[in-house]
């Protein structure tokens, strides 16, 4: 079976050249790739600068995803901001992973099991996603706290996991020196999403563990997509064994 994943920093939905918030631009570009799940980062719910607008039901409603979640991190003065995952199959058993390095501001993984539908087969795989903090020995904690949660150490039944987010690791020595070593492999090279008008940086990242063949890989790069955010959105395709 077949599935398409999308890894994506929205910046709340406010633009990279023109700032705006215009959250009808993620809509569109997401919709264009037409993925089965979405890794979403910067989400924002009941923040003035997006309306008070509660992202994630907004996309889901738009995009028409029966199922989503949502992940409060940073609290404002009025409402928050956090991860969210839009999916067309079923979630469960989730998991909200402390990555929070203090002095740094508030960060979680959110994770969660999908069971993916196809041609009357089932098969469930662990998500999680993440955004990683601005300090590399702040990354490194965060990295090694994820590989050696319950989540991700107790799956007896072999379950295969995708890991994708902003992992914000600029030289991509965390992912080289710790995810390696616990068998997450890449899906892509060192692909530039940041900035999106301008890519630079290598940010966004897809890595997976178990048996999952990958089956194509790419930043998306409409005009369209390097408007809407400041990220470029990361898109995979994956076969799955039935």
Partial sequence: MQFRVMSYN???????????YRPERIVET???????????QEVDKGVPRSRHDDQVKLLANKLDFK????????????????????SHHPLSHHSNI????????KRRSLATQIK????????SVKFINVHLGLA???????????????????????LPIILGGDFND???????????????????????TFPSIFPSRALDRIFYQGDLEVINSFAGHTKLARAASDHL???????LPI
């Fill in 10 to 20: 929205i910046h709340k939905c406010i633009g990279s050249i023109d700032r705006k």
């Fill in 30 to 40: 997401i919709r264009h790739y037409q993925p089965d799940i979405v890794l979403l």
């Fill in 67 to 86: 199922y989503s979640l949502f992940q409060a991190n940073v609290k404002l003065k009025y409402g928050c901001y956090g991860n969210a995952i839009l």
């Fill in 98 to 105: 402390d990555l929070t390095v203090p002095p740094k501001k």
């Fill in 116 to 123: 993916i539908k196809s041609g009357g087969h089932v098969r």
């Fill in 136 to 158: 590399a020995y702040e990354r490194k904690i965060q990295v090694m706290r994820i590989v050696n949660d319950s989540y991700t150490m107790n799956n007896p039944h072999r």
């Fill in 170 to 192: 600029l030289w991509q020595n965390l992912c080289r020196k710790v995810l390696y070593a616990n068998d997450f492999t890449p899906v892509l090279g060192k692909t530039k």
């Fill in 233 to 239: 959105p990361i898109i995979t395709d994956f076969s």
